[in-house]
């Protein structure tokens, strides 16, 4: 006789390319230095983002970003350090710095407000666990979808960050669920994988092949609704 599937009680979200993305970093670089005045970087928008992605795969770069989603100072120092490897960004080094943690910048993908809507419809607690230096909560206040999440679980804010078992304990405890009855929704496997540590079920969604990992994958639609019908599956709707 099989065993019964444990039923969902809550689902847990990262931020960044799963909910939202960052904005096409040329049209940001061609944005940020045309508002300011320098129409030569704005020219080579193209070239210097495929440079900074490039420079997002340097050591230095790279221990700036591991120790940068414990603190906002952390992350912005973070964010300036990348910035400053590509000389002809110097520049537009502050306000772009700036971008890369503006709310505007960073929209929803296209099934975002659905499912969230979907699970929240279902009764279904929401917790959002994400990695970041930043205030993203701003980020779904502007698309009116901070109404769906009912714990914000940011490793600036709680000292730990994925795959540690803390941040997941951390969101769990506030939704008071167990492990078993949640599920998490991410797209790294070494970070949001952690979930599977606490008894979580995991869905990883597909990353963007062949750019480096600050890139979000450029479809509109993310593929969100799988994880309605995980819900209704497991909780025999």
Known sequence: MP????????????????????IDPVEMI?????????PEIAADAE???RVLGD????PEVVRLWELGDLSEAGHLAYRTGWIARVAKLGPILDPLAAAMAN???WPPYADTAEVLAGIAERGIPIAVVSNIGWDIRAAFARHGLDRHVDVWTLSY?????????????????????????ALMVGDTPGADGGAT??????????????????????????????????????NRR
């Open 3 to 22: 065993h019964a599937v444990p039923p969902i009680h809550a689902v847990l979200f990262d931020f960044a390319r799963t909910l939202f993305r960052l």
């Open 30 to 38: 061609r944005d940020i230095a045309t508002e300011h005045g320098h």
């Open 47 to 49: 070239e210097l983002a």
């Open 55 to 58: 420079a997002h795969l340097h």
């Open 103 to 105: 709310p505007a910048r």
């Open 157 to 181: 804010e709680v000292g730990a960050m994925k795959p540690s078992p803390a941040i997941f304990k951390h969101a769990l405890r506030e939704l008071g669920v167990a492990g078993r009855n």
């Open 197 to 234: 540590a606490v008894g979580c079920r995991v869905l990883l969604l597909p990353g963007a092949e062949g750019v480096v990992s600050w890139l979000a994958p450029s479809e509109e639609v993310r593929g969100l609704g799988a994880v309605l019908h995980l819900l209704d599956a497991a």
